[in-house]
């Protein structure tokens, strides 16, 4: 990823990051919200607006695209295995309000009178990826090599090496593996 030396734009203080590989370029423009709980793997490049307020793992050869958000407070988590991506403009829900009426709504709110929660973490396994403006909900599991169209919403996990689209999100076809997983080996993975 020789470009992000190239790219002369400030950059986050990643020392502030749990963990942080090499050849990582994280814009100056971001909010990582619970920085010591945050592993970025090598090969990195996460573009100006993203906003995060939870624990994350984040492999090897990872790209989060401009404006995109992952949230659900200190008690979510992301896991991006290597290779997987984000499109501009996604979100990840790690923690959601039911929205029911059984409680009140917001994170100012005392705790004794919340709505209903659902925590869970969002997984990307290896090669997954989400297009522009996709919305995943708490507890998803992105199969290794699904895709996700844009503007598409996954409620539920993907099978691998498999194309959703939709509202909410249904398989359209199988993608192809043999590339991408030839590649991969030949960078040591």
């Not at 470009?3 to 814009?27: H, M, P, R, W």
């Not at 939870?54 to 659900?72: C, E, K, V």
Request: net charge negative; charged share 15%; glycine share 10%.
């Amino acid at each position: 990823m020789a470009a992000t030396s190239e790219v002369g734009s400030a950059q986050y203080d990643k020392t502030l990051l749990k963990n942080c590989g090499d050849d990582v370029f994280i814009s100056a423009n971001v909010e990582i919200r619970r920085p010591a709980l945050v592993s970025v793997g090598s090969h990195v490049a996460i573009d100006t607006g993203f906003y995060l307020t939870t624990a994350a793992s984040i492999g090897d050869y990872i790209h989060i695209a401009p404006y995109s958000t992952i949230i659900g407070g200190a008690q979510g988590l992301v896991s991006m295995a290597h290779f997987s991506s984000m499109a501009a403009g996604c979100r990840v829900i790690c923690g959601s309000d039911a929205h029911m009426g059984h409680g009140l709504v917001g994170p100012t709110v005392p705790e004794e009178y919340h709505d209903i929660i659902t925590f869970a973490p969002v997984t990307f396994e290896k090669f997954a990826s989400i297009g522009t403006n996709v919305v995943v909900m708490p507890g998803v599991t992105l199969g290794e090599g699904s895709v996700v169209g844009a503007c598409s919403l996954v409620t539920k996990d993907t099978e691998p090496w498999t194309v959703y689209v939709g509202v909410p999100a249904r398989p359209v076809k199988v993608r192809p593996r043999e590339n991408m997983i030839e590649y991969a080996k030949k960078l040591g993975y």
